[in-house]
């Protein structure tokens, strides 16, 4: 089947969910595309409003099976092994029901088709946190907020199994493999871009360096975590009260991991620079109502889920510039490269930033 006959396919089978779920009618505007495969439409029916999801599940590689070794989800390949949703709506939808249900913003699921991978979910509105705060909202009361939220999260209880419409999830633990996975990419993608090839005594150095900094999550007491929680994820809800009026969009992927993980997210934004002035506060403010101990054991978490996280989007937006074409996503890099690099100044990371100031000698002094 070619690719224009694919198209017309699926828009055939997205008319006919639509109008099995009562939306047929309804006008669709497509949404602008993000850096995943999934499509996204809004829906107008009078004075009534949703969103449509389209998620082909044939479209993304295999997703991790439950039980599976490191060895068995590094075949399937990569979202397998860093234990990635894909686009499996019944993640999306399980998890959204489950933090809805516990008080918690997620969209509700007003349609779904599983098996096609099409959902109906509540339209949350417009004011992202992206664009809320430059037309003028507050930015400390809304990352105020969010944190908030991020800390009511991680003091509610999950279980790992969710199910919602007729679909199962089973969300996993962010592991060590996957972890490493990810920061694999700075080395497949970012260093051959910006340096050399990665020899194969470096890539076993780096693994190394990472299985020693990462130990050091274990302080803490893992919860769930979105994984993709940050300004353009965020949506302001002022109607709401307490942790409701942060409006969540983006938490498909979500592993029970450390609580840092998705503060980490939200303050070292790949897209936003969040005000200086504002960092330690929330740091402090969620380590309180988070209910933490350990301060000291926290912050070293944080700078290593930071380099972690940021050499992971270093080395996507590479790729996503010189495989897929977007090359938009290599204007985002000094700002990560400025958190990476921030990130590595911590005691925690020596081991690392000792790697990348051999390899890549310009990037930290």
């Known amino acids: 089947m070619s690719a224009s006959q694919s198209d017309s396919a699926r828009a055939a089978d997205r008319r006919a969910f639509l109008a ?3 939306w047929g009618d309804a006008a669709a505007t497509p949404f602008p595309g993000d850096a995943s495969t999934r499509r996204y439409f809004g829906l107008t029916k009078g004075s009534d409003t949703a969103i449509l999801m389209d998620a082909p599940a044939a479209s993304e590689a295999p ?8 060895q068995e989800r590094a075949k399937l390949g990569y979202n397998a ?24 913003s997620a969209p509700r699921i007003f349609a779904a088709d599983m098996a096609r991978g099409f959902l109906v979910i509540e339209h949350l509105g417009d004011d992202l946190f992206a664009r809320a705060i430059p037309a003028g909202a507050h930015e400390g009361r809304l990352y105020a907020g969010a944190v908030d939220t991020l800390a009511a999260i991680y003091r509610s209880s999950f279980t790992p199994d969710f199910t919602a419409h007729g679909g199962s999830w089973r969300v996993e633990a962010y592991d060590t493999p996957a972890l490493l996975a990810e920061t694999g990419l700075f080395l497949d993608w970012y260093m051959p871009h910006f340096g050399e090839e990665p020899s194969d005594q470096l890539r076993a150095d780096w693994r190394g360096a990472w299985e020693g900094v990462l ?13 993709d929680y940050h300004a353009e994820n965020l949506i302001w809800l002022p109607k709401r009260e307490a942790e409701a009026q942060t409006g969540l969009l983006d938490f498909q992927d979500a592993l029970f991991a450390h609580p840092a993980y998705d503060l ?13 002035d504002l960092i330690a506060p929330l740091k402090v403010r969620f380590f309180k109502h988070a ?3 350990d301060r000291t054991g926290f912050d070293a978490a944080y700078a290593v889920l930071g380099a972690q996280r940021n050499a992971k989007i270093l080395g996507i937006f590479v790729r996503l510039a010189k495989r897929d074409g977007k090359p938009r996503y290599l204007d985002l890099i000094p700002r990560v490269r400025a ?27």
């Open 264 to 276: 980490v997210s939200l303050l070292e934004d790949a897209r936003r620079d969040v005000s200086p």
């Open 81 to 104: 092994l860093a234990r990635l949703a894909g686009n499996n709506v019944a993640a999306f939808a399980g998890i959204g029901d489950a933090l809805h249900a516990r008080g918690f």
């Open 215 to 227: 130990a050091l999550l274990g302080a803490h007491t893992p919860g769930l975590a979105l994984r």
């Open 63 to 70: 997703v991790c099976p439950p039980g599976a070794s490191p």
């Open 291 to 293: 209910k933490l101990s």
């Open 339 to 365: 958190h990476f690099v921030g990130d590595l100044a911590h005691p925690a990371l020596a081991p690392v930033a000792k790697l990348v100031r051999t390899a890549l000698p310009e990037m930290v002094s």
């Open 20 to 22: 099995a779920s009562g």
